[in-house]
């Protein structure tokens, strides 16, 4: 499977689909990433919250793929926001991926109750200046916290990465990043596995039009939308399920049934409140 890229606000491309390893404990990261890789995936989302950034360094050292073609994304945790802590938590995130540059670097959470993300991105914009990371990125950013960032520095978010499956289609934010020059990147594109998203009604009935699964139609919609989508799982047969959503297209109407699917319920917390 050849995964389309999307060139980002800066020049860079980044793979449209890639793989995310939430939840994946550091001694299992490396057979995880290593089965991803197998599988065809060259982007992996890690964070320094998820405690496996060793494993998943290990796992794309050892498969000799070329630095080159790997797009590697990690995040900054909440409790590292601030100027000289972020360089810190930085350096301590590249020593663990056993790496001297990421591809994209991203502000895990705005927690705006800290009310440190204005300096968090001034360390970002230096580390990027250094080219230690070829891109910088948000998460969980809503509207008001990147007028925030626009007012008060110089470079505009490569990414915003949040929360989007067909209940939450984060319409007002994909139209903000979008006429703003971000890309929008969907975590926990399948409803992290909760709530029966993959059993509803019109997945599956979608899924045995077109001959594919109820996850493949949920990915499908994502790239139809020009998300960047980075799926999880942990089963290799399923690893490549989802990333085998380039050969089929959904239609016009296939796209309004999913867009009526939406409940605005969040499964993770609320970007204004978490701290
Ligand atoms: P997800 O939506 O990718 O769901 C993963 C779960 O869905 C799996 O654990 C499994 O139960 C199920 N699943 C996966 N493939 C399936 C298939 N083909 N058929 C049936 N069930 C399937 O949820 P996620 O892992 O939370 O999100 C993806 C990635 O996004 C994470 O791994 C992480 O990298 C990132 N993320 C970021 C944030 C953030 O705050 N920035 C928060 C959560 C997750």
Redesign the pocket.
């Known amino acids: 499977t050849t995964v389309p890229t999307l060139t980002l606000n800066n020049g860079v491309a980044m793979p449209q689909l890639g793989f ?3 939840q994946v404990p550091d001694e299992e990261a490396t057979a995880t990433v290593r089965a991803a890789l197998d599988a065809g995936y060259r982007s992996i ?1 890690t964070a320094a919250l998820y405690q496996n950034e060793v494993g998943t360094g290990r796992a794309l050292a050892e498969s000799r793929i070329p630095r080159e073609e790997l797009f590697v994304t990690t ?1 900054l945790w909440n409790t590292d926001q601030g100027y000289d802590s972020t360089l810190r938590a930085f350096d301590a995130s590249l020593e663990r991926l056993g790496l001297d540059q990421v591809d994209l670097y991203l502000i ?2 705005p927690a705006p109750k800290l009310d440190r993300y204005v300096d968090t991105w001034r360390a970002f914009e230096r580390i990027y200046s250094e080219d230690r990371t070829r891109a910088i990125g948000v ?2 950013f809503q509207p008001a916290h990147l007028a925030r960032l626009f007012e008060a520095s110089g470079i505009v978010p490569a990414v915003n ?1 949040v929360e989007l ?1 067909p209940r939450l289609q984060q319409l007002a934010v994909r139209e903000f990043d979008a006429s703003n020059g971000i890309a929008t990147e969907a ?7 909760k709530g029966g998203l ?1 059993e509803d009604p019109t997945l599956t009935q979608l899924a045995a039009k077109h001959g594919r ?1 109820p ?1 493949q139609i949920v990915l499908r919609w994502h790239i139809q939308l020009g998300n960047v989508v ?4 942990s089963t290799p047969s ?1 690893m490549r ?2 990333i085998d959503v380039f050969d089929f297209r959904l239609d016009a109407d296939d796209m309004d049934s999913i867009a009526g699917m939406e409940t605005g319920a969040r499964g ?1 917390p609320d970007p204004d409140v978490l701290s």
């Open positions: 995310g390893v939430y989302d995040k895990h959470w998460s969980n990465q499956h975590w926990g594109p399948l409803g992290q596995g993959l699964t996850a980075i799926p999880k799982s399923r399920e989802n993770g």
